[in-house]
């Protein structure tokens, strides 16, 4: 029997057994078909490749730029069809058995750089301290004390906008955190920071959060701060997409680590059970790195360097 009899046997299996949809038949054939296109270029067939061959051939999907997950999705295809070649005894072993799914790259997170959180701090404090009504002026010194915080600590949007007046320790220096799983855990702040928390804590009337407001919880609900730290990056010229709260909060770790601090202690600041998750702002860093190289680099957008060596 040859290959295309052996996929017209596949998937009317598939159909009768299994009841695949016409999608999915439609699906496996094109999968199938541009694999057998692959082995016929290299005089191989369904009976003949082998684990190497697969590996290579998903090497290929890759160098022409097709997406992990599609590529997962024909490597899923040749599985079955090798499965049901085995099951009917046209081949006695199973290339596919060992061979690792590709898998998407992980996703970097977003990232500012220190002079956009700069622009943004910068005209949240200036807006602090406007000349304007009371209420607005109590709106905008509560952004810019979520900001500085955000931004001094790494907390996370829910850590901070639930945090209570008793968080705040020794003279505002330090802050406790209550975080995921109700793990506790002690940051210190910069003075900045400290002089914002304290001139916030004098405008606040007597209670239990340090940003109350009404509603569930009696504390400011993490849709409004991120509703208006976007409107603030609008008005300091930088695209409101690229900008939400847990954007600081990436910002924060990818900062502290391009100026050298040690990956266990933004682990702890961050309050990670495993450093393993911290690890992703390394790569942010690697990133750049790579992308710095290959925008300034001599030879990035030119091969070796002709004429005479000297």
Known sequence: MNDIHLIESFLEMMSAERGAARNTLAAYRRD??????FLGARKLDFSTGDRNTITHYLDALKSEGLSAASSARRL??????HKFLCADAIRGDDPTRIIASPRARRALPKVLSIAEVDRLLSLAETEANADVSPAKKTSALRLYVLLELVYATGMRVTELVGLKRSAVMRDASYLTIIGKGNKER????????RDAVRAWLTTLKPGTMLF???????HLSRQVFARDLKALAGRAGISSARVAPHVLRHAFASHL???GADLRVVQLLLGHADISTTQIYTHVLDEKL?????THHPLADSGPLSGDAS
């Open 212 to 218: 109350p407001a009404a509603g569930v919880g009696g």
């Open 76 to 81: 899923s295809a040749i599985r079955q069809f």
């Open 186 to 193: 002690i940051v210190p702040v910069n003075d900045r920071t």
């Open 257 to 259: 680590l391009a100026g």
């Open 32 to 37: 199938l078909e541009d694999y057998r296109a």
């Open 290 to 294: 790579r992308t710095l190289v290959e």
